[in-house]
């Protein structure tokens, strides 16, 4: 009796060593490379500004500057003593730190806040046979199939197999086409590709 108890205890023993152990053994370990890069993944990245965004500006203690710019086509607003200032390209926080070390040949200590108030720069054309021709704005890029939707669907007798995006590239135009019969049944998923802002889309 006094063996079996002895053999049971060796087991019980073993199970506790062996368990925690398969435990550390199952966890996945990251190289260094692969921390860094995962934690590069889970950084958001900041919203760039461009031409048309409209921008409010707050100056703490300095109600005369606080205000709300639109960014001109050439990337610039104008501001109270500092004129003209270059932020297409720039984030919100660029914007204020730039802004803080002008200020610093008038105010003694700037603190400015830097807010999107409303994101305009990204738009996207839609002519031709569709219900609501014209301009559409996101606040983030959007598919074909989308601006197609936003547009109102088709006009009678639009031919749908031939539909055409037109994009800038330089000082040429690239064409993209789009067979909406055909994504509707399944086939050429890829067409329904993300526009950026500027594409033309024409529904002959």
């Given at each position: 009796m006094r063996s079996k108890l002895l053999k049971y205890f060796s087991i019980f023993i073993s199970c506790i060593v062996i368990i925690p152990?398969?435990?550390?053994?199952?966890?996945?370990?990251?190289?260094?490379?692969?921390?860094?890069?995962?934690?590069?993944?889970?950084?958001?990245?900041?919203?760039?500004?461009?031409?048309?965004?409209l921008l409010e500006i707050f100056v703490w203690k300095e109600p005369d500057l606080t205000r709300k710019v639109?960014?001109?086509p050439d990337g610039r607003i104008s501001f109270p003593l500092i004129q003209d200032l270059q932020v297409a390209g720039m984030t919100p926080l660029e914007i204020k730190q730039e802004i803080e070390k002008k200020l610093k040949d008038y105010i003694e200590v700037p603190?400015?806040?830097?807010?999107?108030?409303?994101?305009?720069?990204?738009?996207?054309?839609?002519?031709?046979?569709?219900?609501?021709?014209?301009?559409?704005?996101?606040e983030k890029p959007i598919t074909f199939l989308q601006a197609l939707a936003l547009a109102g669907g088709f006009q009678d007798f639009a031919n749908l197999?031939?539909?055409?995006m037109v994009r800038k590239k330089g000082n040429d135009n690239v064409m993209f086409r789009f067979n909406y019969p055909d994504f509707i049944k399944g086939r050429n998923f890829n067409q329904n590709i993300t526009l950026l802002s500027g594409d033309v889309i024409v529904v002959p």
């Open positions: 152990f398969v435990s550390a053994q199952s966890k996945p370990t990251l190289s260094p490379d692969e921390t860094s890069d995962v934690s590069k993944n889970a950084v958001t990245p900041s919203f760039i500004v461009q031409p048309n965004d639109l960014v001109r603190n400015v806040t830097v807010m999107v108030d409303a994101i305009q720069s990204y738009r996207i054309f839609v002519t031709g046979k569709v219900v609501k021709p014209g301009v559409i704005t996101s197999a031939d539909i055409v």
